[in-house]
């Protein structure tokens, strides 16, 4: 039986990594991302997927914990004793009453605005609730303040896009993709996928690998079948990344194409890659 940790899926942008993160939880599956392209590694990410488990369930005390004074607002103090001993927010409450009157009110308004919050969760969608949160509590307006906002604001855009999707409603949701745990849903010895771009995999083997995507517009990538008049060696180069990908199984390889992909709102038929033809015919096995 197959290990999960000799098991490998590469692809060519950062971007096909939520999918692909997506996919193994919603089965389960315990993985790792080596670079930055796990979206629920992001900070702003995990803050807002706190508030949302907040929100679902005022008494999580670990969600309370991570988002009590992010953004800021005046209960530092408490957030630290909070990060070693969460406690749930009526508690909060109560021992905010014995810091003074600023950091009992901004207390008090956090549960304030939990309340009403959660009274919205089985009225609107996740993704208008993630809206609602991102406004109510100034985390959307605060995070366009910092240096690399524009950035982080991007992720959360794509956590939006997940929550679109999303069937069910919110409880759901959470518990399909096992985001019960700020931590992390897999125990740290969990032996787990290993999920990296192509160029992240150099120099490493693996007993399975799948290779994700392999589509024109993405190996070879659309930037470089654009520049392609004015740099031909950029079909050359994209080609070795292609020979990097099919050359770290040690037994078995997995390659595929999508039939269409979301993009900018609209679906768009896919091309297999023109590298499919330099594989050897005779060892390719073909599934619709």
Not at 17 to 27: F, G, Q, S, V, Y
Request: proline share 5%; aromatic share 6%.
């Amino acid at each position: 039986m197959t290990s999960l940790s000799e098991v490998a899926v590469l692809y060519r942008t950062n971007q096909q990594a939520t999918a692909l993160t997506l996919a193994l939880r919603e089965r389960h599956l315990p993985y790792r991302v080596r670079g930055s392209g796990d979206l629920f590694a992001r900070r702003e990410v995990r803050d807002l997927v706190a508030y949302l488990r907040l929100v679902h369930d005022p008494r999580d005390p670990a969600a309370l914990a991570r988002i009590v004074n992010v953004p800021p607002r005046r209960l530092g103090r408490l957030a630290e004793t909070l990060r070693s001993h969460p406690i749930s927010l009526d508690a909060l409450c109560n021992r905010a009453a014995h810091s003074g009157p600023v950091v009992s009110s901004a207390a008090e308004g956090l549960r304030v605005l939990v309340g009403d919050l959660h009274a919205r969760c089985g009225e609107i969608s996740p993704a208008a609730l993630l809206d609602l949160i991102l406004d109510r509590t100034g985390y959307r307006a605060w995070l366009a303040t910092q240096t690399d906002g524009v950035v982080r604001l991007g992720y959360v855009a794509t956590l939006r896009e997940v929550l679109v999707h999303a069937d069910g409603d919110l409880g759901a949701w959470l518990a399909d993709f096992q985001l019960g745990e700020d931590g992390g849903p897999f125990p740290d010895d969990a032996e787990r996928v290993l999920l990296t771009s192509i160029h992240g995999a150099k120099g490493g083997e693996w007993r399975i690998v799948f290779v994700a995507g392999v589509e024109e517009g993405l190996l070879p990538h659309y930037r470089t079948l654009t520049s392609q008049a004015s740099d031909p060696a950029g079909i050359e180069e994209e080609l070795r990344v292609a020979y990097v990908a099919v050359t770290r199984p040690r037994e078995r390889l997995y390659v595929t194409c999508a039939r269409a992909r979301q993009r900018a709102g609209r679906s768009e038929r896919c091309t297999p890659s023109r590298f499919l033809a330099g594989l050897p015919v005779e060892r390719i096995d073909r599934t619709a």
